[in-house]
């Protein structure tokens, strides 16, 4: 009963929850705890049988006249019409079979005010009183006997529920919704997304990729991927990795132009930008060539990764890529101009989505997507595209992309 309520929750979060007196039904219960065997496996089978290891509660009368019986009915009849906090229901359950208020708060790591003050509202819901208290403890009434029978019911209820959802955790169907960087989005993940379909084919994937960072705690995205760390503090972050960038330009391109060896070389020659804020590139580029205009060395923006690279490729000018850029099989030649630049990859995903099972499946595919010791170009250090043929021991990437290898330099 009490791991049905608590189950994933953090404790501090369970005592603000359960003291604003916030309800909660059993199916958000259900619907939350769906999936946590793969983000919170530690603790989701703790506890699946409340009710056949509760103390024994007081025996209901089978037959009752008068006044009583007339009271007992309206009791039964409002309970079975007004029972609808489970989070003061749980409690009422657990003070039950705890036998006291104090034990029942230890027990569900709340203040004993607040259990107090959440069984006062109860019995205010029910319109009876449900226990006595005395030295001895909390002794149930004739009236909370009855309720007792119609919460054990909605706990029974709630547990089918759990068990409903942990089938379903091995069968994960859906739609996930994957906001990610422009550039990482079309270049490293939507070729791999394969080996996820091909091990979870009833989830359907949406990516989208775009510049802006997607805010997973207003739903923009169920999981999103960032080059800078999120600001909110209601989610959940993962550090990916480290992507590092530097200058590349296409054998064409060298021939007709030369090689820059220095920064000041770079006047001498034509850059292809991908520009995604305005205001950050002329600040950068003030700063790396100051005193000259854009126009003087800038021949072509976009704000397209995939035209970005095909301009790069086909000789437009020098471009920033990733250095993985090389490992995918794209036929362009890193520079040795001091001119590098590296961005931490962050995760981020809310809390209770990350319970989802299909949400918990994406995540996990995505931390060993970007898995630094698998892919030694997403770890800290900067490694050079030269040194990653010594340092990669996976399978050749260039059949990610097709165009890649057949393409002429």
């Known amino acids: 009963m009490r791991v049905a309520a608590e189950r994933g929750v953090p404790q501090k979060e369970r005592q603000e ?8 039904a059993p199916a958000e219960l259900g619907d939350e705890s769906a999936g946590s065997s793969a983000a919170t496996s530690d603790s989701t089978h703790e506890h699946r049988a409340g009710s056949s290891s509760a103390p024994a509660t007081k025996p209901v009368p089978r037959a009752a006249t008068g006044k009583a019986a007339q009271g007992k009915a309206a009791v039964t ?11 003061a229901a749980r409690i009422f359950l657990e003070v039950v079979r705890a036998g006291s208020f ?12 607040a259990v107090r003050r959440r069984i006062d509202d109860f019995e205010r819901q029910i319109g009876a009183t449900l226990f006595t208290r005395d030295v001895h403890g909390a002794r149930l009434t004739d009236e909370g006997a009855l309720v007792v029978s119609a919460v054990e019911r909605m706990e029974a209820a709630s547990f089918e529920l759990l068990r409903a959802g942990d089938g379903l955790a091995g069968a994960a169907s859906g739609e996930v919704r994957v906001a990610v960087t422009e550039g990482l989005g079309t270049f490293w993940l939507a070729p791999r997304l394969v080996e996820f379909q091909q091990s979870f084919p009833n989830v359907m994937v949406d990516l989208y990729c775009a510049m802006r960072s997607a805010d997973v705690s207003r739903h923009e995205a169920d999981v999103a991927i960032h080059l800078s760390r999120p600001a909110a503090l209601d989610v959940k972050l993962v550090r990916l990795g480290r992507m590092h960038l530097m200058c590349f330009a296409s054998e064409k391109y060298l021939k007709t132009y030369g090689v820059p060896k220095t920064i000041d070389d770079l006047l001498n020659h034509r850059l292809v930008l991908q520009v995604a804020d305005e205001a950050a590139a002329n ?3 003030a700063t790396i060539f100051p005193g000259f205009e854009q126009r003087d060395v800038i021949a072509m923006t976009t704000n397209v990764s995939s035209a970005n690279y095909w301009a790069v490729a086909h000789g437009a000018g020098i471009g920033v890529f990733p250095t993985y850029a090389s490992a995918l099989g794209g036929k362009i030649i890193p520079l040795e101009v001091d001119l590098k630049w590296s961005y931490d990859i962050w995760l981020s995903y809310h809390a209770t989505t990350g319970r989802i099972p299909r949400v918990r499946h994406m995540i996990d595919w995505l931390v060993e997507a970007f898995n630094p010791g698998k892919y030694p170009w997403f770890k800290d250090e900067f490694i050079h595209p030269q040194q990653l043929k010594t340092v990669y021991m996976g399978e050749p990437l260039t059949h990610l992309f097709g165009g890649f290898p057949n393409e002429g330099r």
């Open 17 to 24: 929850v359960t003291e604003a007196g916030a309800p909660l």
């Open 77 to 87: 009849k409002s309970t079975l019409a007004s029972l609808t906090d489970w989070d």
């Open 102 to 113: 104090r034990s029942a708060a230890e027990r569900l790591t709340l203040s004993i005010n």
């Open 283 to 285: 600040t950068a580029f």
